[in-house]
């Protein structure tokens, strides 16, 4: 434990992000949250556990104005104080992609465009495994204080499962139902106060999820103290199928 303690520490700067890229390999916001409570949990887990993300991005090439990077991001649900059962880790998602980023646009906000295709999976053997792979457009504009982003992906499709272990088979077919087909991300700031909300939603089955964030830097590395809360579907892709509300508290280790 005291060895991924101190990595978290000491690791966790060396790769903060953000959604805008720059020259220090950002990419998503990295945090570390000592306490994420859910309101409702199975009976398998305790309702406090420890969450946290890094995120990086590497560019591979540029050619004609147009840039080529792969990102990596990783997202883990630790039930750090569920000592009876040796503090597992329930889960841990695995996000990989690649992606070009074209030149601005000459319009209103200067949108940028991104095309890339990702992968995502918690690495999990039948039947808790989960995965899929989408490919996607990506623009972000910023107009009056105010960045949008909005991400719109296709699923690439895959085989039904032959029998209920058959790890060829398409493991989470209606994910789609509970994720939906696009994202949009709010950004702005009130003062030092940073927040930002992200939405998901698919119209035709009336799910989805709110994802709202406040930060307020404290000087120390660029970090700032954060506050999460989460409500709907694909918290998780070990509960992209269930309800989760969920507030958590921590550390931002980037500006949002």
């Not at 990077?69 to 992609?97: G, K, L």
Request: aromatic share 16%; proline share 6%.
């Amino acid at each position: 434990m005291k060895v991924l303690i101190t990595f978290l520490l000491l690791g966790f700067p060396l790769v903060v992000s953000a959604q805008e890229l720059d020259e220090q390999g950002m990419f998503k916001e990295n945090y570390l949250f000592p306490l994420s409570y859910e309101s409702q949990h199975p009976n398998d887990r305790r309702a406090q556990e420890i969450k946290f993300r890094f995120s990086l991005y590497q560019r591979l090439f540029e050619t004609q104005g147009h840039q080529a990077y792969f990102a990596f991001t990783q997202t883990s649900w630790w039930q750090a104080y569920d000592q009876d059962q040796s503090r597992p880790f329930r889960e841990t998602n695995y996000n990989p992609e690649v992606f070009i980023q074209l030149p601005k646009f000459d319009l209103w906000g200067q949108p940028q465009l991104q095309l890339g295709a990702e992968h995502e999976s918690n690495g999990g053997r039948e039947p808790y495994s989960r995965s899929w792979n989408r490919l996607y457009g990506r623009y972000q504009l910023q107009a009056s204080g105010v960045q949008m982003q909005h991400k719109f992906f296709w699923r690439v499709p895959e085989q039904p499962k032959q029998y209920p272990l058959d790890p060829t088979g398409d493991e989470n077919p209606d994910i789609v139902d509970y994720y939906g087909a696009n994202e949009i991300q709010l950004r702005t700031k009130f003062g030092p106060a940073e927040v930002s909300g992200r939405f998901r939603r698919n119209l035709s089955k009336g799910r989805g999820s709110v994802e709202l964030m406040g930060a307020y830097p404290f000087g120390f590395n660029s970090a700032s103290a954060v506050f999460q809360y989460f409500q709907g579907y694909g918290e998780s892709l070990a509960d992209y199928n269930r309800s989760v509300s969920k507030a958590s508290i921590g550390i931002l280790l980037n500006h949002l």
